[in-house]
């Protein structure tokens, strides 16, 4: 990588020949620098560079350095079957220096029901040969090498990881020692069918530098104690979130000065507010101020070798309701090398005379080990006996993503590994099977699906490829979504179909986790890239890609119809809007839905279920904590509130008063809508508008230039003198205190320097946007803007006295929500209207993209913050940190997104089985850092009750309008329909925000809609017309019960069509 800049594309690839390793030979010539003749993008010791654009989102997940320890890390990856491709896929993606894939197996038919990038064409050819290419798509910056020979051990000592999977235990042992040995890690990993298997050995010395990938903590300090055990105390009351043995730093303490960058200092928590640092009784007296944070410490781990730990399994449990599995699986996965050894083949699906015999394996194991089982479960048993023949495309996804995971850890010692044995079952699936099961049907049949059908059978596929889906999104999570259906064969059937909608196009950033798409692909849109790229994987998808948005706009095709073929949905969605609509729309159709979503390592899952569980919408999370306005404007103490202020300022200077100039120049009623706001904000629309055809108007780029100058002055200089003069550095408040104190941070004005490259990048970015919005072209030739810049008078600036500054978040309301000053607002509509001759064709509002960095968004956002950090004393934070937070970018890894796809699928196995008890489902809840997994019934959909009739979210009044004789009910029959068939009364009756009747109408009003038909009432209250492709409308009604009480009732659908 050493000759590649960041934001230029990735290298193209070398030809296939040269990554290909038939056999190995340790006395070749350059056979033992294979990996640095290979890789072009970097010399042997160079340091990895990183290409931010391609990474950007996995980099707020990892960081910079555990990246570039990864870019030094050659990965070895034995076995090239479902599990093998999807973990080198997530390793490749995640960036290591190299991945040599090994494999001597043939493609067999049967491989098809989960390798995805095999092809039917590929039946005979070697696993590895035919993976290779595909695989090496994913990620040019990675070397993607094949390896057909033995593994010798010459052969394994040039690797940092070495991967077995589905490895024979003999195979297991021989390589795990001599990697133990030889300070390589090690790790094992294998599925059958429902069950699967992961190994973790990193070595007797193993360095984690950070155990969970969570922010450091920072807090301010208010008081420190000078005491044995100092307490030191958050200012207002703010609450630490250390926990006992964390360790924290200090900085900016005036007094106690000895804790500044002070050594990292080990911590007892005394309460929410407070925490104990040990002896201070030899420091200075502390005054006032200062910032803890702490400090992430490395920790060290010792691993067993396979084989010691074999005898003596350390287990993480996945599910804490199967505490007893654990030790069971750990058995069970031995005893599958034993059978095969003894029998030449592996149990045949539910084959019940196999079973016993592999029962007794398993007994005979657990005798002879030294690590025993007191109480086998016959049942769990068999069940793993009928599935070890099983290959499932979502298990693959699950085990192979947490497996990838650990050998991220394993490169870059970022968070805790898996120590050491870890088992996952998804028993559940097979409830629905039931003691009807017959062994013919599933057997093989010489069909891509045989793996998946020696699990479920083959009538239990039919239905699979029976089903029609909708998926929306096809992004990270509906990549992968679509990579497992394509794989299990839903929608592949003649009467079946899978539906994906997506608007966005591909970006260079999504390449990272978004495997369907090619560096080629950039700019295409995302749905059809994808639907093409699954028809590749299984020729026999029937899928049709749209690029509408979900929501009101698109129900004329995403209507009645439509939804009702519908099986049910999948949502793969990133913003909580879209999420609630289609959940409400898979409520009103009663559809089953599939939720997920992923936050760096950490991933949920949730089924929704027809009267069964709760929705989507029934529970929320708690809203984002927002900034007081008062410390945004007047009193910043961190990057966050500086890099909040610069957004602000983004679109209060080049989006909004060009959208409220063009709005005065071409709507007619712009005043009219303007009277009719509330509180100062008509006066501050106004005043943008004169702004931005007036006084601030540009002719040419000079103009913006000396502009830019002028809004640098005002916002880091002149606003910084008028507010110390308002509240001079020494001024007290009313108790005695400082003012500059505790959260507030006295500010100091920063004067405009031509020859300070920040000021510098602060005008070019300012300018060219100003420019942009009036279409004036732009300029980035710095000796000319340098040139005019030496040319404008800066006037010198006198603080007033009378001007009123916000102290507090009421005042600023308060200032917000006053009336407007008529005769201020009459001057500005005057002085508008005597120029409105001279306003020009429509101004360009620009809209905040954080991913281009070649539009001067992000240099001005990160210019623009870290200025006013400069202000205020805070720390700067570079591009990187800056679009992470002003971009509101969600931190992403493909393995959390493989993951949480995986376990949606598995669910999606117990729809279409047709389970409809709760326990039989599993919502997830995750954390690869940790690992953390945690599994839980769905949570149940709450009933309510009127007139002795329960009912919950699911249900709801049904009404056919449209009577025998061909005529619609009007409202005084809908009322009394509900009074004879419901015995209740309704007393207000609602259709969106329409109120249509209520107990307190007028009775002249009343008198005229009682007879009208409920279509002509809704659309004359309404004043819009029914579209003609609606075929029912959704009432909420009010009522009282038989006794008069008010009751709570379902919703009503009103048919009429």
């Given at each position: 990588m050493s000759g590649t800049s960041p934001s230029s594309p990735p290298p193209a690839k070398r030809p296939k020949t040269s990554n290909s390793l038939s056999g190995f030979d340790s006395n070749a010539k350059d056979s033992n620098s294979f990996h640095q003749v290979r890789n072009n993008n970097m010399t042997e010791n160079a340091e990895p560079q990183i290409d931010e654009g391609l990474y950007s989102r996995q980099l707020y997940v990892l960081g910079h350095d555990a990246m570039k320890k990864m870019g030094k890390s050659d990965v070895l990856i034995s076995g090239m079957n479902g599990l093998g491709v999807e973990l080198a896929k997530n390793v490749i993606l995640a960036g290591v220096k190299s991945v040599t894939i090994h494999d001597s197996e043939s493609v067999e038919i049967a491989d098809l029901s989960s390798q995805f990038f095999l092809?039917?064409?590929?039946?005979?050819?070697?696993?590895?040969?035919?993976?290779?290419?595909?695989?090496?798509?994913?990620?040019?910056?990675v070397d993607v090498n094949v390896y057909t020979g033995s593994l010798s051990e010459d052969f394994l000592s040039q690797f940092k990881v070495i991967v077995l999977v589905q490895a024979s235990v003999s195979q297991q042992i021989r390589i795990g020692e001599f990697a133990h040995e030889n300070s390589i890690a090690f790790l094992v990993a294998d599925t059958r069918g429902l069950f699967g298997q992961i190994f973790c050995d990193f070595g007797e010395n193993f360095k984690v530098l950070d155990t969970n990938g969570e922010r450091p903590i920072s807090c301010l300090v208010s008081s420190i104690t000078k005491d044995s055990e100092a307490v030191v105390t958050c200012a207002d009351e703010q609450r630490h979130g250390l926990e006992d043995g964390d360790y924290v730093t200090f900085k900016e303490i005036?007094?106690?000065?000895?804790?500044?960058?002070?050594?990292?200092?080990?911590?007892?928590?005394?309460?929410?507010?407070?925490?104990?640092?040990?002896?201070?009784?030899?420091?200075?007296?502390?005054?006032?101020?200062?910032?803890?944070?702490?400090?992430?410490?490395?920790?060290?781990?010792?691993?067993?070798?396979?084989?010691?730990?074999?005898?003596?399994?350390?287990?993480?449990?996945?599910?804490?309701?199967?505490?007893?599995?654990?030790?069971?699986?750990?058995?069970?996965?031995?005893?599958?090398?034993?059978?095969?050894?003894?029998?030449?083949?592996?149990?045949?699906?539910?084959?019940?005379?196999?079973?016993?015999?592999?029962k007794d394996i398993v007994n005979e194991i657990n005798e002879k080990s030294e690590f025993k089982v007191d109480s086998l479960d016959d049942d769990l048993l068999q069940n793993f006996s009928f599935n070890v023949k099983g290959n499932l495309a979502p298990m693959q996804a699950v085990i192979g993503s947490i497996a990838a995971q650990e050998v991220l850890k394993a490169c870059s010692g970022k968070f805790s590994p898996i120590q050491q044995w870890f088992y996952f079952d998804a028993t559940e699936c097979l409830k629905g099977l039931g003691a009807n099961a017959v062994e013919e049907d599933f057997q093989p049949c010489n069909c891509r699906y045989d793996g998946q059908i020696a699990i479920f059978g083959k009538e239990f596929q039919k239905k699979l490829e029976s089903l029609k889906y909708f998926v929306v999104g096809a992004g990270a999570i509906g990549c992968e979504i679509l990579k497992n259906l394509a794989m299990?064969?839903?929608?592949?059937?003649?009467?079946?179909?899978?539906?994906?909608?997506?608007?966005?196009?591909?970006?260079k950033s999504n390449l990272n986790r978004q495997f369907l798409f090619r560096p080629w692909d950039v700019q295409k849109p995302k749905s059809s890239t994808a639907a093409n790229f699954v028809k590749q994987m299984n020729p026999n998808m029937r899928i049709t890609a749209h690029e509408n948005r979900v929501g009101q706009e698109t129900e004329k095709i995403y209507n009645d119809d439509f939804f009702e073929a519908l099986s049910g949905v999948i949502n793969a969605l990133d913003n909580v809007e879209a999420r609630q609509y289609m959940d409400r729309r898979c409520v009103y159709y009663r559809k089953p839905l599939l939720e997920s979503g992923t936050l760096g390592t950490k991933g949920n899952v949730q089924v929704v279920l027809p009267y069964v569980t709760e929705s989507y919408s029934s529970s929320h999370d708690p809203p984002e904590k927002s900034i007081p306005i008062c410390t945004l404007k007047n009193f910043p103490n961190a990057i966050e509130h500086t890099l909040q202020w610069a957004r602000d300022a983004f679109e209060g200077l080049f989006k909004q008063p060009a959208d409220y100039a063009n709005q005065y120049i071409s709507d007619p009623k712009f005043m009219e809508k303007l009277a009719k706001m509330q509180g100062s904000q008509p006066m501050e629309i106004l005043a943008a508008v004169k702004k931005a055809l007036v006084d601030e108007k540009p002719t040419n780029f000079d103009d913006c230039l000396r502009w830019a100058v002028m809004l640098f002055q005002d916002n880091y200089y002149n606003s910084i003198k008028q507010l110390l003069f308002n509240f001079p550095p020494d001024q007290k408040t009313s108790t005695g205190q400082l003012f500059w104190s505790g959260p507030k941070r006295c500010p100091h004005p920063i004067k405009f320097d031509i020859e300070?490259?920040?000021?510098?990048?602060?005008?070019?970015?300012?300018?060219?946007?100003?420019?942009?919005?009036?279409?004036?072209?732009?300029?980035?030739?710095?000796?000319?803007?340098?040139?005019?810049?030496?040319?404008?008078?800066?006037?010198?600036?006198?603080?007033?006295?009378?001007?009123?500054?916000?102290?507090?978040?009421?005042?600023?309301?308060?200032?917000?929500?006053?009336?407007?000053?008529?005769?201020?607002?009459?001057?500005?509509?005057?002085?508008?209207?005597?120029?409105?001759?001279?306003?020009?064709?429509?101004l360009i509002d620009i809209e905040f993209e954080k991913d281009d960095d070649t539009n001067f968004h992000m240099d001005f956002i990160v210019a623009a913050s870290n200025l006013r950090a400069e202000n205020y004393k805070?720390?700067?934070?570079?591009?990187?940190?800056?679009?992470?937070?002003?971009?509101?970018?969600?931190?992403?890894?493909?393995?959390?997104?493989?993951?949480?796809?995986?376990?949606?699928?598995?669910?999606?196995?117990?729809?279409?089985?047709?389970?409809?008890?709760?326990?039989?489902?599993?919502?997830?809840?995750?954390?690869?850092?940790?690992?953390?997994?945690?599994?839980?019934?769905?949570?149940?959909?709450?009933?309510?009750?009127?007139?002795?009739?329960?009912?919950?979210?699911?249900?709801?009044?049904?009404?056919?309008?449209?009577?025998d004789d061909g005529k619609e009910m009007i409202l005084s029959e809908f009322l009394?329909?509900?009074?004879?068939?419901?015995?209740?009364?309704?007393?207000?009756?609602?259709?969106?925000?329409?109120?249509?009747?209520?107990?307190?109408?007028?009775?002249?009003?009343?008198?005229?809609?009682?007879?009208?038909?409920?279509?002509?009432?809704?659309?004359?209250?309404?004043?819009?017309?029914?579209?003609s492709h609606v075929k029912s409308l959704v009432f909420e009604i009010c009522c009282n019960d038989s006794e008069g009480e008010d009751v709570e009732v379902p919703y009503i659908k009103y048919n009429f069509r």
């Open positions: 092809r039917d064409t590929d039946i005979g050819k070697n696993r590895a040969e035919v993976s290779c290419d595909r695989l090496s798509d994913l990620n040019n910056y005036r007094g106690m000065v000895e804790l500044n960058n002070c050594e990292p200092r080990k911590i007892k928590s005394l309460g929410p507010y407070t925490f104990s640092i040990g002896d201070t009784r030899n420091y200075s007296d502390y005054q006032r101020e200062g910032i803890v944070t702490q400090v992430k410490m490395p920790t060290t781990l010792k691993f067993k070798s396979i084989k010691a730990s074999m005898s003596q399994p350390d287990f993480l449990i996945s599910d804490f309701a199967k505490f007893d599995r654990p030790g069971q699986l750990h058995l069970a996965f031995q005893a599958v090398s034993e059978y095969q050894h003894r029998h030449g083949q592996l149990p045949r699906p539910r084959n019940v005379a196999d079973a016993v015999t592999f299990i064969g839903v929608g592949a059937g003649p009467n079946g179909h899978i539906y994906v909608t997506d608007m966005d196009i591909i970006e300070n490259q920040l000021h510098l990048d602060y005008v070019v970015a300012a300018s060219n946007l100003k420019a942009e919005v009036y279409g004036i072209k732009g300029s980035k030739d710095i000796d000319e803007i340098k040139k005019v810049l030496r040319g404008v008078e800066i006037p010198e600036f006198i603080a007033k006295s009378g001007v009123k500054i916000d102290v507090t978040e009421a005042e600023a309301e308060a200032r917000m929500s006053a009336s407007v000053d008529h005769v201020q607002m009459d001057q500005l509509i005057e002085s508008l209207a005597s120029k409105k001759s001279l306003t020009q064709s429509k805070i720390e700067k934070a570079d591009r990187h940190k800056s679009k992470l937070i002003a971009g509101k970018i969600i931190p992403a890894i493909a393995t959390t997104t493989s993951l949480v796809t995986g376990l949606v699928c598995l669910e999606l196995y117990k729809i279409v089985m047709g389970l409809k008890e709760i326990d039989s489902y599993k919502n997830g809840f995750l954390n690869l850092a940790l690992p953390f997994f945690g599994f839980s019934e769905p949570i149940a959909a709450p009933s309510n009750k009127y007139n002795d009739v329960e009912f919950t979210l699911w249900d709801r009044f049904e009404i056919n309008g449209v009577k009394e329909y509900f009074k004879k068939h419901h015995n209740l009364e309704i007393t207000m009756l609602s259709q969106g925000v329409s109120m249509l009747y209520s107990f307190f109408t007028p009775k002249a009003k009343l008198q005229e809609r009682l007879p009208l038909p409920m279509t002509e009432l809704v659309q004359k209250v309404s004043k819009h017309r029914i579209r």
